[in-house]
């Protein structure tokens, strides 16, 4: 089946200690999304690509970091990770409506990467 | 600015009642609305979209949805709920041109047995 893939499904590392989450699709879908999300409260988006065009949401931190290196992959990096960054972290997919704009695409979500730093 | 608004933090209900999860938007003619759902340690999954046409939509798992323009509300119901129903559940629009998902605050379903 077409799928989200998130690897690893949890994750620990140590306060400032660079950490990268991946995430793969296998829909082929032109726009990947990162989401935040903490215990309790709904996704905040981070940013998503449309292809190779990264969009940023102007209240992510700059630890924050992602790429993009083809259609199927999109990694999330995390500098220097401190305990505020303790999350559930989502990967997301939807087709491009075309002109670099997403339109009314659903989208498709992975189960995600749970992020403890110690 | 465009939002969903989800009223109710939790519900419970008793397996096999019927349910209806709130959810009322701000600003925008039509706006384009999702409802979806999450279980404990999982993504999200959708239930049903809404775009335009017929009002009353329908979604996988036996649930459904109503837009009411004169009431901004797009609320999701089922006829009788399973044990397995109980998840959080987040309506959502897009904004941001089209670009962004922004979600309500989530509804946590508790199934009384």
């Known amino acids: 089946d077409a799928m989200v893939i998130q690897n690893p499904r949890y994750q620990v590392t140590q306060f400032g200690k660079p950490v990268t989450l991946s995430c793969s699709q296998t829909?082929?879908?032109?726009?990947m999304y990162w989401y935040q999300q903490k215990s309790s409260q709904a996704p905040k988006l981070l940013f998503h690509?449309?292809?190779?065009?990264?969009?940023n949401e102007a209240d992510t931190p700059d630890n924050f970091q992602s790429r993009r290196p083809n259609t199927s992959f999109c990694f999330l990096d995390i500098r220097s990770p401190g305990l505020g960054d303790a999350a559930m972290y989502l990967c997301?997919?939807?087709?491009?409506?075309?002109?670099?704009?997403?339109?009314?695409?659903?989208?498709?979500f992975g189960d995600g990467t749970r992020l403890s730093i110690l | 600015a465009q939002s969903v608004t989800q009223p109710d933090i939790h519900i419970t209900v008793s397996e096999g009642a019927s349910l209806e999860l709130r959810c009322n938007y701000s600003?925008?003619?039509?706006?384009?609305l999702f409802w979806y759902v999450q279980s404990p340690g999982q993504g999200l999954q959708l239930l049903l979209k809404?775009?335009?046409?017929?009002?009353l939509v329908q979604g996988i798992k036996g649930f459904e949805a109503e837009f009411k323009r004169s009431q901004s509300s797009f609320n999701l119901r089922k006829p009788s709920v399973h044990w397995s129903d109980a998840a959080e559940y987040f309506c959502?629009?897009?904004?941001?041109?089209?670009?962004?998902?922004?979600f309500g605050t989530g509804t946590q379903l508790k199934v009384e047995l």
């Open positions: 809404y775009f335009s046409g017929d009002t």
């Open positions: 690509y449309y292809d190779k065009d990264f969009n």
């Open positions: 959502a629009r897009l904004t941001g041109g089209g670009n962004k998902l922004t």
């Open positions: 997301a997919t939807s087709r491009g409506a075309g002109s670099l704009s997403v339109g009314n695409q659903p989208q498709h």
């Open positions: 600003y925008g003619a039509t706006p384009y």
């Open positions: 829909l082929n879908h032109n726009v």
